[in-house]
T-cell receptor, first 113, second 114 residues
Framework: TQLLEQSPQFLSIQEGENLTVYCNSS?????LQWYRQEPGEGPVLLVT?????EVKKLKRLTFQFGDARKDSSLHITAAQPGDTGLYLC?????????????FGTGTRLTIIP | ETGVTQTPRHLVMGMTNKKSLKCEQH?????MYWYKQSAKKPLELMFV???????ENNSVPSRFSPECPNSSHLFLHLHTLQPEDSALYLC?????????????FGPGTRLTVT
């Protein structure tokens, strides 16, 4: 069974601060995705990383896929209240044609104005 | 309408009721999914449909019955539910055949079983 552990589980910081959220597993994934979910809504896809060591930037958000494709991190620079939400990582298995994602436990982020 | 839509957004039902959740995707995808999201638990995959065929049933109790009449529509029929079934039920869709597995979610149906 593939498991994805996210840390921290909860994070509350002041506007303007930087933060990093981690997503770790003992399993290898063919790709990994990050989603943000706001209260009362479904998760929204932020980014997909595919190659080990890959770094992708989305404005103030930087996503990194581990070299061994077992872990990932999300770094937010100068956090804004609009960044508040539940951040979920999700990994795709290495068997193509198996269309399942394994979702992480989630990090609930609150940015205090 | 664009993306993935779900109706109703909120549902309160008694344990003896029968109700259905509806999902529609306007993205031209060929795979659709039902997930259950409870407090303090990771997102739980319930069912997967690929080209209208069910390819995954993740040990879901028979009181949940999915139906996929075509690649754009997905239903979840509910009957004799339990209070512990109260949760946010999310529908998602994706385009299969590649390695990315990017899934697009609807807004969810908040279900309360009384």
């Amino acid at each position: 069974t593939q498991l994805l552990e996210q840390s921290p589980q909860f994070l509350s910081i002041q506007e303007g601060e930087n933060l990093t959220v981690y997503c770790n597993s003992s399993s290898v994934f063919s790709s990994l995705q990050w989603y943000r979910q706001e209260p009362g809504e479904g998760p929204v896809l932020l980014v997909t990383v595919v190659t080990g060591g890959e770094v992708k930037k989305l404005k103030r958000l930087t996503f990194q896929f581990g070299d061994a494709r077992k872990d990932s991190s999300l770094h937010i620079t100068a956090a804004q209240p609009g960044d508040t939400g539940l951040y979920l990582c999700a990994g795709a298995g290495t068997n193509f044609g198996n269309e399942k994602l394994t979702f992480g436990t989630g990090t609930r982020l609150t940015i205090i104005p | 309408e664009t993306g993935v839509t779900q109706t109703p957004r909120h549902l309160v039902m008694g344990m003896t009721n029968k109700k259905s959740l509806k999902c529609e995707q306007h993205l031209g995808h060929n795979a659709m999914y039902w997930y259950k999201q409870s407090a303090k638990k990771p997102l739980e995959l319930m069912f997967v449909y690929n080209f209208k065929e069910q390819t995954e049933n993740n040990s879901v109790p028979s009181r949940f019955s999915p139906e996929c009449p075509n690649s754009s529509h997905l239903f979840l029929h509910l009957h004799t539910l339990q209070p512990e079934d109260s949760a946010l039920y999310l529908c998602a869709s994706s385009q299969t055949g590649g390695p990315l597995y990017e899934q697009y979610f609807g807004p969810g149906t908040r279900l309360t079983v009384t």
